[in-house]
């Protein structure tokens, strides 16, 4: 009898401890989930753009722009580089041309045929080398003859494609992206003035000019720029009205054209010139009204460039995967999203790409599998529960969101500079990564630019890819110097 009492009672103990640790766990999760709700709440609250915010950072775009343009004596947190392009694509170039784009560590070579209105671009080819690092180490002159016996190679080996003028009386076009000081830190001076047409820039063009004439190449550059205006210049080639260009990728800028009246003429170089091209370094844009939280501070604090770059980093590749971390380290520390230990790759820098962030953010299966899956391939992190990838897919949106909204802002910035928002239709190329396969992304920043103009007037603005894609730039300014030059002489 005492027996089957005393298992009774071992038995109840044991059911009621079980229900106290049931009851304990519950209130442990249901507090989990209310401190993880209010970190998410008050970061989407900070992160937010409401339409007044998205003009506030338009309007001051354009006081930067103009500022920045009324002399060389003034300061603004835009740079304005004013190219020496003096020509871009009227739409009628025909014929084969080569270009070439210097990428970090990486030289892309095109070349394509151009066949004039409405005709799309063809017989396109692409060459990428990787600049060997025992030829960054050297000097300077060894990475530009490097340069041009990479490019003399490949223009040999594709001369049979080239059916129309000798090259001679081609030039050869030549766009540089970000991060160019990895390769040739002596060109990084290009995007530190607001004129790049001068000794400097000159003496480096002339630089790769002899470089390639010692290789047999019969084609010269005429000018080293920024690859956003080379996407400006492909866009003018299909569309007049195409009247600015931006590059969304692991880096991000912006490139217009400019009524020359509306530059100082201290700036100005050309004295005949009606408009001219601008990079305007955008990047490094800043304001009051732009959504920062204490994530993106312990970005900029950690970053290379600490203080600058501040638009970049809410708007680029490089920095929206690192974002996203720096929130889900914080839902980890104080929540304990991921278990009772921090996941030890949840603190390394970098680590979360904005491709993962893509692949999570858009991940429509039921039990969000692709987020489960980059949690692990990143972080090891291994059976995290339905409630915590929801709140890692809630955290890419609010990221992605502000990013992609404050882009589209600047977009109607540059296009009210201009005055062009109410009367006449303007045409915006954007390219890079970021835009081309981030679906959500893309979307929001269209959003954002319908949303600030309306109905009445968001038929004005259109937003068009890059033609041709990443690095075809140099090829349509190829085009408008080669056309120019041929006239002058």
Same mark, same amino acid.
């Given at each position: ?81 004013? &190219? ?74 594709? &001369? ?39 000794? @400097? ?62 530059? !100082? &003429? ?36 950690? &970053? ?5 770059? @501040? ?24 929540? !304990? ?50 409630? !915590? ?101």
């Amino acid at each position: 009898m005492r027996k089957g009492v005393v298992v009774i009672v071992s038995t109840t103990m044991a059911v009621v401890a079980v229900g106290a640790f049931i009851r304990k766990w519950k209130r442990w999760k249901e507090q989990q989930m209310k401190q993880t709700k209010h970190i998410i709440r008050k970061f989407a609250r900070e992160s937010a753009t409401p339409l007044a915010k998205l003009w506030q950072v338009a309007d001051d775009m354009v006081s930067s722009m103009k500022i920045s343009l009324a002399s060389s004596g003034e300061s603004s947190s835009l740079d304005m580089v004013l &190219s020496d392009v003096t020509s871009l694509p009227l739409g009628d170039e025909e014929g084969f041309f080569y270009g070439a784009n210097l990428h970090g560590t990486h030289l892309l070579m095109l070349c394509a045929r151009l066949g004039g209105k409405n005709m799309p671009i063809s017989a396109l080819q692409r060459e990428q080398i990787s600049i060997p690092d025992a030829v960054l180490a050297g000097p300077s002159e060894e990475i530009t003859d490097y340069v041009a016996t990479e490019i003399a190679k490949f223009v040999s080996g594709h &001369s049979g494609i080239d059916e129309s003028a000798p090259t001679k009386n081609k030039n050869l076009g030549f766009t540089l992206s970000y991060p160019v000081d990895q390769v040739m830190p002596f060109m990084a001076t290009t995007f530190q003035r607001k004129n790049s047409n001068d000794s @400097v820039h000159k003496g480096m063009v002339k630089d790769l000019n002899r470089a390639l004439t010692n290789h047999g190449v019969k084609m010269q550059v005429a000018s080293l720029v920024d690859e956003t205006i080379g996407g400006l210049a492909g866009g003018r080639y299909y569309n007049r009205e195409s009247v600015a260009a931006v590059t969304l990728a692991m880096n991000t800028n912006a490139a217009y054209v400019e009524p020359a009246e509306e530059v !100082a &003429s201290d700036l100005t170089q050309s004295p005949n010139s009606t408009e001219l091209v601008i990079s305007m370094e955008w990047g490094n844009f800043n304001s009051p009204h732009l959504p920062l939280t204490s994530y993106d501070a312990s970005v900029d604090a950690e &970053s290379s460039n600490p203080g600058s770059q @501040v638009f970049e980093k809410l708007i680029s590749g490089m920095y929206l995967g690192e974002v996203v971390r720096h929130v889900l380290l914080k839902l980890a520390q104080e929540t !304990a999203l991921f278990g009772n230990t921090v996941p030890p790759k949840l603190r390394t820098p970098y680590i979360l790409r904005s491709p993962d962030v893509a692949s999570m953010h858009q991940d429509t299966s039921e039990d969000r599998e692709i987020v489960a899956e980059k949690l692990g391939e990143i972080f090891e992190i291994d059976n995290c529960d339905l409630m !915590a990838r929801e709140v890692v897919a809630e955290v890419c949106d609010i990221v992605a969101e502000r990013g992609a909204r404050l882009a589209g802002a600047g977009i109607v910035g540059i296009i009210k500079k201009l005055g062009r928002i109410e009367n006449r239709k303007s045409v915006v190329t954007v390219e890079g990564g970021l835009y081309e396969h981030y679906r959500i992304f893309r979307n929001y920043l269209h959003s954002s630019v319908w949303e600030m103009l309306g109905n009445d007037l968001s038929d004005n603005v259109i937003i068009e890819h890059s033609h041709g894609g990443s690095g075809t730039g140099a090829l349509f300014l190829a085009a408008a110097q080669t056309q120019t030059h041929s006239a002058d002489s």
